[in-house]
């Protein structure tokens, strides 16, 4: 196999996931962090993770969670932590000059052969990359958290980015069981994020009106749009709430503009909503790690029941 090991820069939330979703894959995972605390407290929590979806039955892929847990190891010279690896994902805080500075420093070390990847929410490649010797091999492979339930990977490319690094990149992702997407080039926020900032934006000016209150707003998405939406995405939903897609234009076209037209600017996300979403918030769900801990726990759990169910309606 092509991609045997893998190296992840930086050992959070979100390089452990990686780091968890590799080793399910049966790749060796270096975990690299500069803080020697950092990746001991990984490695406790990745094992923990491990052994607590391997006792619910839900651990990924086909090897135990000891096995698994054997295949990652940490260490703290950078050099060292990308020796012999073939994919390098990069998950540092979202600061640009840090985020340049690290890809500076592998530009220096790495050969020809190896993808630089970048974990970054809306850092463009553009700004990540330009000028690096290496840029063919780098792109941007951006996670949902978290990765290791939700399976989406976005994968943008720098404008030099080889055609072959966007495509070894994307089989990787499928072959460790995650979802990809190809953007054909960068966009703010790429795509996640500017669906999600666009229904974010609507839902605060809702509730920003007093057309409807905080809990009732998630609501019409949990229990309405996000039901249909975990298997369909709006296309398909176009395509199937009328005779195909033209039909469906023809149908409602006018009636989406109509709406589309009362939408407001966007909005400021400060002063007196804030309070109100905030308090709204609050009371189901106070701002404490404890409850917040749990809550992100039951969230996985659902996902995890999720994603069976889509494996098996996918089966069907
Ligand atoms: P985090 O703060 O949990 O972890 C960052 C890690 O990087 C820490 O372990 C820190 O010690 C380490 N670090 C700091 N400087 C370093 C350096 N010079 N070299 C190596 N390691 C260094 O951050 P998180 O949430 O894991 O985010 C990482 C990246 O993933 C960010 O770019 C973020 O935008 C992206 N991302 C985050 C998501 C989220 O929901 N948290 C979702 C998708 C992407």
Not at 5 to 31: D, E, P, T, Y
Not at 87 to 97: H, K, S
């Amino acid at each position: 196999m092509e991609h045997s090991q893998v190296a992840i820069i930086g050992s959070g939330l979100i390089g452990r996931s990686w780091a968890m979703v590799f080793a399910a894959g049966g790749f060796k995972v270096k975990l690299y962090d500069i803080a020697q605390q950092q990746l001991t407290s990984a490695l406790e929590n990745i094992r923990k993770q491990m052994k607590e979806l391997e006792k619910s039955g839900v651990l990924k892929g086909s090897s135990s969670a000891e096995q698994q847990f054997a295949l990652i190891s940490v260490c703290t010279d950078l050099k060292a932590a990308v020796e012999g690896a073939t994919f390098i994902q990069e998950c540092t805080p979202e600061n640009l000059e840090l985020k340049k500075k690290i890809f500076g420093q592998l530009d220096l070390i790495v050969g020809d052969n190896v993808i630089l990847s970048s974990s970054t929410s809306c850092l463009l490649p553009s700004k990540l990359f330009t000028g690096l010797k290496h840029v063919k091999q780098c792109i941007v492979s951006h996670p949902v958290n978290p990765p290791y339930f939700v399976p989406l990977v976005e994968i943008v490319p720098h404008p030099e980015t080889d055609p072959s690094t966007t495509e070894r990149t994307y089989a990787l992702m499928k072959k460790i069981g995650q979802s990809p997407v190809k953007l054909n080039r960068e966009i703010e926020g790429f795509v996640l994020n500017r669906l999600q900032y666009a229904v974010i934006s609507e839902a605060w000016r809702l509730v920003g009106e007093g057309v409807i209150s905080p809990t009732d707003l998630d609501l019409v998405m949990s229990d309405g749009l996000g039901m249909r939406y975990a298997f369909i995405g709006p296309l398909e939903t176009m395509h199937l709430n009328a005779e195909g897609i033209a039909n469906y234009c023809e149908r409602y076209s006018e009636g989406m503009r109509l709406v589309l037209n009362t939408f407001g600017p966007v909005p400021e996300f400060s002063g007196e909503i804030v309070q109100k979403v905030n308090q709204a918030m609050s009371e189901k769900i106070p701002v404490v790690p404890k409850v917040l801990d749990a809550r992100r726990k039951w969230r996985d759990d659902c996902l995890t029941g999720l994603a069976k169910l889509k494996t098996q309606m996918k089966s069907n």
